[in-house]
C-alpha cells in the first residue's frame, strides 16, 4: 500500500475522542468541532432557530444583521 493510501486510511477510521477538543492536531480539532455542531443540531432538532425554554415553550432567535 502506497504512503497515501495509508494516509487515507487512518483518516478514513479516525473517529471522534473527548480528548480531541484540547489537541493541537488539524484533523482532531475539526472533528471535535463537527460534533459540537452536529450534537448542538441533533439536541436542538429544527433549522426554524427556536431554543425550547424550561415551560416547553419555543422562543424564536432573532434574525439580525449586524447593524453599524
Known amino acids: ?3 497515501k ?3 487515507n486510511n487512518e483518516i478514513a477510521e479516525k ?3 473527548p480528548q480531541d477538543y484540547t489537541s493541537k ?3 482532531n480539532s ?3 468541532t463537527t460534533h459540537e455542531q452536529v450534537s448542538d443540531t441533533y439536541a ?4 426554524e432557530a427556536k431554543i425550547d425554554n424550561v ?3 419555543d422562543i424564536e432567535i432573532p ?3 449586524y447593524e453599524a
Open 1 to 3: 500500500m502506497t504512503q
Open 5 to 7: 493510501a495509508q494516509n
Open 15 to 17: 473517529n471522534y475522542q
Open 25 to 27: 492536531n488539524e484533523l
Open 30 to 32: 475539526g472533528l471535535a
Open 44 to 47: 436542538e432538532g429544527t433549522l
Open 55 to 57: 415551560k416547553g415553550q
Open 63 to 65: 434574525r439580525k444583521g
